[in-house]
């Protein structure tokens, strides 16, 4: 999905590490941690569909950044 300006700043911010790999489960965009999924890959309707989104910019932090399902 289309992200905002300030969430591609917090989706670089996360993806990228001084030592390589990136912090992607840590990110508050993400949807489920287990299945590597945020909302820069997904469509809306994915979002709502399979992992119950309510729409929120920042997912994780909803729900309290237990994102494991």
Known sequence: MKLTD???TICKVF???RSGGVNCHR???V???RDCICL???SEEEAKAN???DGSQ???LEKGGD???
Request: hydrophobic content about 35%; glycine content about 4%; overall charge negative.
């Open 51 to 53: 992992w119950d989104w």
């Open 31 to 33: 949807l489920s941690v």
């Open 27 to 29: 990110c508050p965009m």
């Open 15 to 17: 993806r990228e590490r």
């Open 58 to 60: 920042y997912p994780a």
């Open 40 to 42: 820069k890959i997904v």
């Open 67 to 69: 994102q494991n399902g």
């Open 6 to 8: 300030e969430q591609e």
